[in-house]
């Protein structure tokens, strides 16, 4: 690279290539990361068998790849708000059942269980909107900059003339 140049970063090159679309559902994901799953799916999808030259295969495997991150993604991830209702109504009824045997072991264990679930949950939805938002950031900007500039410009205006 010259002493002049430097390279774009990712909201860059969006910013500047404006009639280039972008699925913000189509980024990867870092949460994918945290899942113990995803690995094997990806590695079982990317091993499947085709026949075609090197270039070419990287790009078909990629585009099938595509496909099933999207069907896996909304499998695994979507509904969180929904599992951690149904979640907490089982904590409630299983601390009801506490009240009435108060020492049962099973019921302590499952009720350790289920808030072990509840956290990984919390936790699971807290991340996605933290990348979601960060996502939006990265291709859109901070949404209160633009509010800023014009109400600038409008003063700025008003008190010249």
């Avoid at 913000?24 to 499947?48: A, D, P, T, Y």
């Avoid at 209702?85 to 269980?113: C, P």
């Amino acid at each position: 690279m010259d002493a002049g140049t430097r390279r774009l970063s990712f909201a860059e090159k969006v910013k500047a290539n404006a009639s280039m679309e972008i699925d913000v559902s189509e980024l990867f994901r870092k949460i994918w990361l945290e899942h113990n799953q995803f690995m094997n799916m990806l590695k079982l999808r990317w091993n499947g068998p085709m026949c075609d030259g090197p270039i070419r295969l990287v790009m078909r495997k990629l585009k099938r790849l595509k496909g099933t991150l999207k069907v896996w993604h909304k499998n695994t991830y979507w509904g969180t708000r929904d599992k951690i209702v149904q979640a907490n109504q089982s904590l409630k009824d299983i601390q009801k059942q506490q009240e009435e045997k108060s020492f049962d072991v099973q019921l302590h264990l499952q009720e350790v269980d289920t808030e072990k679930l509840i956290s990984n949950l919390m936790h699971t939805e807290a991340t996605m909107w933290k990348q979601r938002a960060c996502i939006k950031e990265e291709l859109k900007g901070d949404r209160n900059s633009g509010y800023s500039l014009n109400d600038t410009m409008t003063q700025a205006s008003t008190k010249a003339t």
